[in-house]
């Protein structure tokens, strides 16, 4: 059987000639048009960035290589026992592009076992945080320490092919996937429950042992398992992805790449939303005294919120126009297991409500809910109340996707990202010209 790791250097060597052929062949070949708006307006739906890991399809929700998340959630091979797939089976997925067997999926938790230990000196940092420190900025710096071991940086100091950087990218990509859920129980451990000793049994697959070290019992297990492949890539152009790619491009190595993108993941208008949606859930829920609101309480909290200026955190989406798969995936686990949980309760009520609200107010392009309307509310259930920690999830999840991008993007030598910018003058020339060419 070929390890991950030669079925991966075979992937590469078929895939080169594809990019090879466009460059050489379809270089000026024009794929999209920069309007004034697209520069002004954060380059929105700009088609400028190529990744195959994953697509966000607007109708059908993000696929992972070609695979819509209903269907690998079917598929994909599950831990004896578990309602959720193996995390380290998205992790064989993205990088190869191939579904994984028990096989592949056994290798891989190997890979996983021989590297998981977190040296002393990383835990040594995190203690060294201050308190009332966020758990990003802990999680961020504890990634950063790690830049020591980078095979890249030392194979690039020693002179590396250009055709070879993508071996130790792997390697240290490999190495930090193995060592982020117990970085990330151990900041938990430490900001939030006065140092407890966390527990790591590599035995275990990445969710069993994370619901472990967390010290929460099943079905944690499979929350973590379906929390970190829900959120493990969503394509090229949101925030977090975006930065990583960036800041690889230099030939930084891997471990400066994933503290950047773990910094962009930690806006308000990223992923913190998850945070957002329960501040605000708790918010109706101190106005009712605890009690469940009758819908037309519910639709008055929604239009309130609107009228102050606000947005209703966790619905509406800059490229999905349905509801996001990966909420309703969420949805029938809570429907399963927390049904008659309050907090639900409220979740499944807006879930009716908000919707024909946005419809009505006729703002929000999209008025279904996302991913973030409903993860914070799994983890609330289970005992993890600490919303500034709910980043730090996504981020372990965000890290498999964007490490198994960084990989392909030096195996396929996509090059320094530098686009052009030019001034407010320049655009008021070019629009200026515009307009005097549509009169004429
Ligand atoms: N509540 C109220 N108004 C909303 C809204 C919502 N949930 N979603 C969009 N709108 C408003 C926008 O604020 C905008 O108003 P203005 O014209 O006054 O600026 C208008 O509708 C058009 O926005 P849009 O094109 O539909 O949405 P954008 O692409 O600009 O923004 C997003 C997308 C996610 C930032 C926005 O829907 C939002 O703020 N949602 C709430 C926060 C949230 O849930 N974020 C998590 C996103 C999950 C993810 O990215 O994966």
Redesign the pocket.
């Known amino acids: 059987m070929q390890t991950l790791k030669e079925k991966l250097y075979d992937k590469i060597l078929a895939w080169r000639p594809r990019i090879k052929k466009l460059l050489e062949e379809y270089g000026d070949v024009r794929v999209d048009c920069v309007t004034i708006e697209k520069l002004i307006g954060g380059m ?1 739906d700009l088609q400028c960035l190529v990744t195959d890991i994953s697509y966000l399809d607007p109708k059908a929700g993000i696929r992972y290589r070609g695979y819509t998340l209903p269907e690998l959630f079917k598929v994909l091979p599950r831990p004896k026992g578990a309602e959720m797939p193996y995390v380290e089976g998205i992790l064989y997925l993205l990088l190869t592009g191939d579904l994984p067997t028990e096989n592949d999926v056994a290798d891989v938790l190997d890979e996983m076992k021989k590297r998981h230990i977190v040296p002393r000196y990383v835990h040594d940092v995190i203690d060294a945080f201050p308190s009332g420190s966020h758990p990003m900025v802990i999680f961020s710096t504890a990634i950063l320490t790690l830049h020591r071991e980078s095979f890249f940086a030392k194979k690039y100091d020693a002179g590396i092919n250009k055709l070879d950087y993508w071996d130790p990218t792997y390697e240290d990509a490999m190495n930090l996937l193995a060592k982020l859920p117990e970085i990330a129980s151990y900041i938990y451990a430490k900001v939030y429950q006065g140092g407890r000793k966390v527990v790591s049994d590599p035995n275990l697959d990445v969710g069993a042992n994370f619901a472990r070290m967390m010290g929460i019992d099943k079905p944690y297990d499979d929350v973590s398992r379906m929390h970190f492949i829900l959120h493990s890539d ?1 394509e090229s152009g ?1 925030v977090s992805a975006h930065t990583g790619h960036l800041v690889a491009s230099t030939l930084s190595d891997l471990y400066l790449s994933i503290s950047a993108m773990i910094n962009g993941l930690a806006g308000p ?2 992923g913190l ?1 998850n945070q ?2 329960l501040r605000w859930l708790h918010e109706i829920m101190d106005k009712m005294g605890g009690a469940i609101p009758t819908e037309d309480e519910m639709k008055q909290f929604v239009w309130d919120t ?1 009228n102050n200026g ?9 490229v999905l126009r349905v509801t ?1 798969p990966r909420y309703m995936i969420q949805r029938e686990f809570a429907l399963k297991h927390m049904a008659d949980d309050p907090i639900f309760k409220y979740v499944d009520m807006l879930f009716r409500i908000v919707p024909p609200v ?1 419809r009505e ?1 006729g ?4 008025p279904w809910p ?4 409903h993860s914070g509310v799994i983890q609330w259930h289970y005992g993890v109340r600490e919303y500034d920690f709910y980043t730090v999830l996504f981020g372990i999840g965000r890290a498999i996707g964007i490490c198994a991008n960084i990989v392909w993007d030096r195996a396929l030598g996509y090059p320094l990202e530098r686009p052009k910018s030019i001034t407010t003058d320049m655009l008021e020339a070019i629009a200026k010209k515009a307009s005097h060419k549509k009169s004429t």
């Open positions: 929105r969503h949101n208008l990223h939303a957002e949606v609107l606000q947005v209703i955190p966790g619905f509406g989406h800059a996001d946005l107010q703002k929000a392009k999209n996302n991913v973030d309307a």
